[in-house]
């Protein structure tokens, strides 16, 4: 498993101990103001861990999509 930052296609807040479909979990997670929208890191298959990978997160019981991003998320003076 490899520990990969993300952002969230879909209008969802994910926390930590979300599942991650192919048994990865959300380690954290947050709404980010400066990209209105849910960010977390989390821990997935070593074999989906590529930027631009889609992935589902189990949020509230719906599945929710998310893009796996390079870290950081965010870099100041980007938008």
């Known amino acids: ?42 821990y997935v298959p070593s074999e989906r861990s590529e930027p631009g990978t889609e992935i589902t997160i189990d949020v509230r019981g719906k599945a929710r999509k998310a893009q796996i991003v390079k870290k950081p998320i965010y870099r100041r003076g980007e938008s």
């Open 1 to 42: 498993r490899r520990l990969v930052a993300f952002v969230m296609e879909e209008r969802a807040v994910p926390r930590a101990g979300m599942a991650i479909e192919d048994g990865g979990e959300v380690t954290s997670g947050t709404h980010s103001p400066m990209l209105e929208k849910g960010i977390g890191l989390g």
